[in-house]
């Protein structure tokens, strides 16, 4: 089975400040990372993947990612924060092999304060 | 490119009647689709995994014969809710899958908000 942590519900960080966005995963085999975006009553927007290579991985938006194998973790991070950025983040894993689903983690708010 | 669309936005219906949710890959064509539940301030339930021209696979505790799935075609996914009942009140979610590898990127539509009264 595998499984995916956000052990915060709400993140508030000042704008311009750096932000972060924990994750951690459980999955037997290599993991494949996600993380997506969600602004109220709209669909999931992805925002970048892990699947092999190199540790920090690029993404939408100005965000960014590390995945750190021995700490099974994979937290989003952004230098500089916008108001704009204020959405529901979410962290998903898949594995080779899983029938290609993905397992979201419950989800973190993070609000982003002039 | 890869925008995923949902028809209707939003849909409210009387108790017992039938409601057709539309998922289209509008730019790319996508062999597997998925659909998800998501209730207010939860994180996304995977329902089922629709495959092109082939039966949809359901989640442990998901009704078959509640949630029809049919994946039409190579941009096309509808979810029917059958009878629907109050507490099938929710906010769908679909999701198509661009290319064939595990590894390739969900692209997710909008969602159906559906309320039954």
């Known amino acids: 089975a595998q499984s995916v942590a956000q052990p915060e519900d709400q993140v508030n960080v000042a704008e311009g400040n750096p932000l972060t966005v924990k994750c951690t995963y459980s999955?037997?085999?290599?993991?494949?990372l996600f993380w997506y975006v969600q602004y109220p009553n709209r669909g999931l927007q992805f925002l970048l993947k892990?699947?092999?290579?190199?540790?920090l991985v690029k993404g939408s938006y100005g965000f960014e990612a590390e995945f750190n194998k021995s700490q099974t973790s994979f937290h989003l991070k952004k230098p500089s924060a916008l108001v704009s950025d204020s959405a529901l983040y979410f962290c998903?894993?898949?594995?080779?092999?899983?029938?290609?689903?993905?397992?979201f983690g419950s989800g973190t708010q993070l609000t982003v304060l002039p | 490119g890869a925008v995923v669309s949902q028809h209707p936005s939003w849909v409210i219906c009387k108790s017992g009647t039938s409601v057709k949710i539309e998922c289209r890959s509008l730019?790319?064509?996508?062999?597997?689709m998925f659909w998800y539940r998501q209730f207010p301030k939860q994180s996304l339930m995977l329902m089922a995994t629709?495959?092109?021209?082939?039966?949809?696979?359901?989640e442990q505790g998901v009704e078959k014969d509640k949630f029809l799935i049919n994946h039409a075609s190579l941009t096309l996914s509808t979810l029917t809710v059958t009878s629907a009942h109050p507490e099938d009140s929710s906010f769908y979610i679909c999701?198509?899958?661009?290319?064939?590898?595990?590894?390739?990127?969900?692209?997710f539509g909008p969602g159906t908000r559906l309320t039954v009264l």
């Open positions: 999701s198509a899958r661009r290319g064939v590898r595990e590894t390739d990127t969900q692209y």
């Open positions: 892990y699947i092999t290579g190199d540790n």
């Open positions: 998903a894993v898949s594995r080779l092999g899983s029938a290609r689903q993905l397992t």
């Open positions: 629709s495959n092109e021209g082939s039966k949809a696979t359901y």
């Open positions: 999955v037997s085999g290599n993991p494949y």
């Open positions: 730019d790319f064509q996508a062999t597997t």
